[in-house]
């Protein structure tokens, strides 16, 4: 009876958690495992400074509903050897990666994207146990070694040395998870074969669901057949997949030492589920919407669209589903209109599966058709869900880009569904009202009443596109404010402004990005130079002082600091960075830009600064030196400076600096500039200070 009770309790919370879901953040008390990992030493090149980036980056969960779930597996796994288990503690990775990995001192980093994919909790016991393995097995030191310091030509003789021992260890860590763990434990081993299959098609969508026109098509219009493909292309067999290039072993040979090692292992008092069902359903749920706010975070707005189509079918009143396909198709509608589609999507021919017909379709829309698309789902979820203030914002925001960018009005939509023969149409009157009951006022609001648009033969798809929506008064409200606008902006547009003063005397401070290029002909930085980038904050934040500025930056040593609720604020900071970096620019709404209303209360401000600096040596002859050498043969007096030009190294210096209020999407200053000189330093500071002074002011110094 209680346990009836208890499994209806829990079920009914994970229907609440997935419909109401908002982006996860860490809970309980901040692990100590954090303060040693922000504090990784600087130089020490091993594992430990991925670790760092993904704290500082603000990926790592911990003390969640899933962290929980998965320690209760590992509880299992490892329930004869306390003193080991007392070392190892479970972290998930906020990465719609199929992965998980370990380190030397027992952490286990679990992938969103592997929680979001698997079948079972025996399939999640097998990877957990393979990664304990690695930990109890001391593999990690090996796979962490980067020292070695090799030249080009011994770098696939190593590759081929590193790969085929990591293969080796990779066997072994599914070895002791079968024979250590999993064969002491409660977990079905019958069901093992799952999570190779899981491993092998990792790339793929949650599902695979045809593409159902009614998602972008009504009854009022329909797009062309050439916006779909006639069949899609299968799924490719992965088994045989060459692993010479590859850390771990092909999948077909570790399934089949796998199925070697259970051979025989009987299955009685075993179970698929050792955990409620339901906690796993609801866990893997949690998960997968966690994967969809990470895809929109990233901007692959193909894949987000289509994953929450998927779990749309399965959670048909999710609000979150909802706004997450409408995010897709803004993000979507943006970049054709401003950008690089090819930066969002990724090129139909390279997908396999039903997610290939979602590809191609997008890719088929044309900007108008983007933009109406989006328009549209974004009207009829506010519809649903009027209290979100997310889809007004994206809404005027469509409004603007269909009339400015586009060149839409009013009249270019059609009150008639696509197919319609115009002479059938009887046109309406819209002469005043003779009833003298009416006051004037009443018969100039009718006299003023919007004609219905007739289609005419140059009408195509997107002209139909608005139908059901195009009568409403809230509509021609918004398409008119949004021309007014337009024409106001266009009018002012040719008017040179002085830029306003800065809105807030508070600035979030990005870590700066200081490259150091050892040679000018390569495209890769050696590193991005933990020593410069110090100076460079330390630049900024003498410069902001100043000006009056309060700058709130962020160092390792901070963060080790934290509290859980500090932290959860930073890594919504971060990825709103994120987001707006990936966002090349174009100013748009951002998929979570009110989570900017805690950020701001935790730092006093939405508005953050960009810098970055590259550096790289000049060509030993440049112009500049030729033409002292000269100037020095005609005049002995500009020896001196033509041998210093010699003596002291010159660098190529580029500068940038971005201040953005993220809560908005403005853009508030953008600026760059570079430099040839030995003294770049002193160019450097006086650039971050200039354009500082010119933000604070709002006039060039």
Same mark, same amino acid.
Request: hydrophobic letters at 35%; glycine letters at 4%; charged letters at 25%.
């Given at each position: 009876?209680?346990?009836? *009770?208890?499994?209806?309790?829990?079920?009914?919370?994970?229907?609440?958690?997935?419909?109401?879901?908002?982006?996860?953040? +860490?809970?309980?008390?901040?692990?100590?495992?954090?303060?040693?990992?922000?504090?990784?030493?600087?130089?020490?090149?091993?594992?430990?400074?991925?670790?760092?980036?993904?704290?500082?980056?603000?990926?790592?969960?911990?003390?969640?509903?899933?962290?929980?779930?998965?320690?209760?597996?590992?509880?299992?796994?490892?329930?004869?050897?306390?003193?080991?288990? @007392?070392?190892?503690?479970?972290?998930?990775?906020?990465?719609?990666?199929?992965?998980?990995?370990?380190?030397?001192? &027992?952490?286990?980093?679990?992938?969103?994207?592997?929680?979001?994919?698997?079948?079972?909790?025996?399939?999640?016991?097998?990877?957990?146990?393979?990664?304990?393995?690695?930990?109890?097995?001391?593999?990690?030191?090996?796979?962490?070694?980067?020292?070695?310091?090799?030249?080009? #030509?011994? #770098?696939?003789?190593?590759?081929?040395?590193?790969?085929?021992?990591?293969?080796?260890?990779?066997?072994?860590?599914?070895?002791?998870?079968?024979?250590?763990?999993?064969?002491?434990?409660?977990?079905?081993?019958?069901?093992?074969?799952?999570?190779?299959?899981?491993?092998?098609?990792?790339?793929?969508?949650?599902?695979?669901?045809?593409?159902?026109?009614?998602?972008?098509?009504?009854?009022?219009?329909?797009?062309?057949?050439?916006?779909? *493909?006639?069949?899609?292309?299968?799924?490719?067999?992965?088994?045989?997949?060459?692993?010479?290039?590859?850390?771990?072993?092909?999948?077909?040979?570790?399934?089949?030492?796998?199925?070697?090692?259970?051979?025989?292992?009987?299955?009685?008092?075993?179970?698929?589920?050792?955990?409620?069902?339901?906690?796993?359903?609801?866990?893997?749920? *949690?998960?997968?919407?966690?994967?969809?706010?990470?895809?929109?975070?990233?901007?692959?707005?193909?894949?987000?669209?289509?994953?929450?189509?998927?779990? /749309? %079918?399965?959670?048909?009143?999710?609000?979150?589903?909802?706004?997450?396909?409408? &995010?897709?198709?803004?993000?979507?509608?943006?970049?054709?209109?401003?950008?690089?589609?090819?930066?969002?999507?990724?090129?139909?021919?390279?997908?396999?599966?039903?997610?290939?017909?979602?590809?191609?379709?997008?890719?088929?829309?044309?900007?108008?058709?983007?933009?109406?698309?989006?328009?549209?789902?974004?009207?009829?979820?506010?519809?649903?869900?009027?209290?979100?203030?997310?889809?007004?914002?994206?809404?005027?925001?469509?409004?603007?880009?269909?009339?400015?960018?586009?060149?839409?009005?009013?009249?270019?939509?059609?009150?008639?569904?696509? &197919?319609?023969?115009?002479?059938?149409?009887?046109?309406?009157?819209?002469?005043?009202?003779?009833? @003298?009951?009416?006051?004037?006022?009443? /018969?100039?609001?009718?006299?003023? %009443?919007?004609?219905?648009?007739?289609?005419?033969?140059?009408?195509?798809?997107?002209?139909?596109?608005?139908?059901?929506?195009?009568?409403?008064?809230?509509?021609?409200?918004?398409?008119?404010?949004?021309? %007014? #606008?337009?024409?106001?902006?266009?009018?002012?547009?040719?008017?040179?402004?002085?830029?306003?003063?800065?809105?807030?005397?508070?600035?979030?401070?990005?870590?700066?990005?200081?490259?150091?290029?050892?040679?000018?002909?390569?495209?890769?930085?050696?590193?991005?130079?933990?020593?410069?980038?110090?100076?460079?904050?330390?630049?900024?934040?003498?410069?902001? /002082?100043?000006?009056?500025?309060?700058?709130?930056?962020?160092?390792?040593?901070?963060?080790?600091?934290? @509290?859980?609720?500090?932290?959860?604020?930073?890594?919504?900071?971060?990825?709103?960075?994120?987001?707006?970096?990936? +966002?090349?620019?174009?100013?748009?709404?951002?998929?979570?830009?009110?989570?900017?209303?805690?950020?701001?209360?935790?730092? &006093?401000?939405?508005?953050?600064?960009?810098?970055?600096? #590259?550096?790289?040596?000049?060509?030993?002859?440049? !112009?500049?030196?030729?033409?002292?050498?000269?100037? @020095?043969?005609?005049?002995?007096?500009?020896?001196?400076?033509?041998?210093?030009?010699?003596?002291?190294?010159?660098?190529?210096?580029?500068?940038?600096?971005?201040?953005?209020?993220?809560?908005?999407?403005?853009?508030?200053?953008?600026?760059?500039?570079?430099?040839? +000189?030995?003294?770049?330093?002193?160019?450097?500071?006086?650039?971050? !200070?200039?354009?500082?002074? !010119?933000?604070?002011?709002?006039?060039?110094?």
């Amino acid at each position: 009876m209680w346990v009836a *009770l208890l499994c209806t309790f829990c079920f009914a919370n994970a229907q609440s958690d997935q419909k109401n879901f908002k982006a996860l953040v +860490s809970q309980g008390p901040i692990p100590s495992d954090f303060a040693k990992i922000a504090v990784t030493d600087k130089d020490q090149r091993d594992y430990n400074v991925l670790l760092k980036y993904l704290v500082m980056e603000g990926d790592v969960l911990y003390g969640t509903k899933l962290n929980k779930y998965l320690d209760v597996i590992v509880d299992n796994l490892m329930k004869d050897d306390p003193v080991k288990r @007392s070392k190892v503690h479970v972290y998930i990775v906020k990465s719609t990666s199929v992965n998980a990995y370990s380190t030397s001192s &027992g952490m286990l980093f679990v992938d969103m994207g592997l929680l979001a994919q698997v079948s079972n909790e025996s399939e999640l016991a097998f990877v957990l146990g393979h990664e304990i393995a690695h930990y109890t097995e001391n593999h990690v030191p090996q796979t962490e070694d980067f020292k070695d310091s090799l030249k080009e #030509r011994d #770098r696939v003789e190593y590759c081929m040395k590193y790969h085929t021992r990591s293969r080796a260890q990779e066997l072994e860590a599914d070895r002791v998870s079968i024979e250590r763990y999993l064969r002491q434990s409660p977990y079905s081993l019958a069901v093992l074969d799952g999570i190779f299959d899981v491993l092998q098609y990792s790339d793929l969508p949650f599902d695979e669901v045809p593409f159902d026109k009614s998602l972008v098509e009504t009854d009022f219009y329909r797009f062309p057949e050439n916006h779909y *493909l006639k069949t899609v292309t299968p799924i490719s067999n992965r088994a045989d997949m060459v692993d010479t290039l590859f850390t771990h072993p092909n999948i077909e040979r570790r399934r089949t030492a796998a199925q070697s090692l259970v051979a025989g292992i009987p299955e009685t008092g075993r179970s698929v589920f050792v955990q409620p069902e339901a906690l796993f359903n609801e866990v893997r749920d *949690l998960a997968r919407l966690e994967c969809l706010h990470i895809m929109l975070n990233e901007h692959r707005y193909d894949h987000a669209f289509y994953n929450a189509y998927v779990l /749309r %079918r399965v959670h048909p009143d999710n609000a979150f589903i909802e706004q997450a396909m409408v &995010g897709a198709l803004y993000g979507l509608s943006k970049h054709k209109n401003y950008g690089q589609v090819s930066d969002v999507t990724e090129a139909y021919r390279d997908v396999e599966g039903e997610m290939q017909q979602t590809s191609y379709f997008l890719s088929r829309l044309s900007k108008q058709e983007s933009t109406l698309l989006a328009l549209r789902a974004a009207w009829k979820a506010r519809e649903k869900y009027p209290e979100n203030r997310y889809y007004q914002e994206v809404i005027e925001d469509l409004m603007k880009d269909l009339v400015s960018n586009n060149k839409m009005k009013y009249t270019d939509f059609s009150d008639y569904p696509m &197919g319609t023969n115009p002479d059938t149409i009887k046109v309406e009157e819209t002469s005043a009202p003779q009833d @003298s009951t009416i006051n004037k006022y009443a /018969r100039i609001r009718q006299q003023n %009443r919007l004609p219905k648009v007739i289609p005419n033969a140059k009408f195509k798809t997107m002209n139909y596109m608005l139908v059901d929506i195009h009568q409403d008064p809230d509509f021609a409200d918004l398409m008119h404010k949004a021309v %007014r #606008r337009s024409e106001e902006e266009s009018a002012l547009g040719a008017v040179r402004r002085k830029s306003k003063p800065a809105e807030s005397k508070n600035l979030i401070l990005a870590t700066p990005q200081y490259f150091v290029y050892t040679n000018r002909r390569t495209s890769l930085a050696k590193a991005v130079d933990e020593k410069f980038s110090e100076q460079l904050r330390k630049t900024l934040r003498h410069s902001a /002082r100043r000006l009056g500025l309060n700058v709130v930056s962020y160092t390792a040593k901070d963060i080790s600091a934290f @509290s859980t609720e500090q932290y959860n604020q930073y890594a919504k900071m971060q990825q709103f960075i994120y987001e707006y970096l990936q +966002s090349d620019g174009i100013e748009m709404v951002y998929a979570m830009s009110h989570e900017m209303d805690e950020v701001q209360e935790l730092t &006093g401000t939405s508005t953050v600064c960009f810098t970055a600096v #590259r550096r790289s040596p000049t060509s030993f002859v440049t !112009y500049g030196k030729i033409q002292n050498i000269l100037l @020095s043969a005609m005049c002995p007096y500009f020896f001196l400076p033509a041998a210093a030009e010699f003596a002291f190294p010159r660098y190529d210096t580029d500068m940038y600096m971005l201040i953005v209020n993220l809560a908005s999407g403005k853009t508030l200053l953008i600026s760059r500039d570079g430099y040839e +000189s030995a003294m770049s330093k002193a160019y450097v500071d006086a650039f971050m !200070y200039e354009n500082l002074y !010119y933000y604070v002011k709002g006039e060039k110094k």
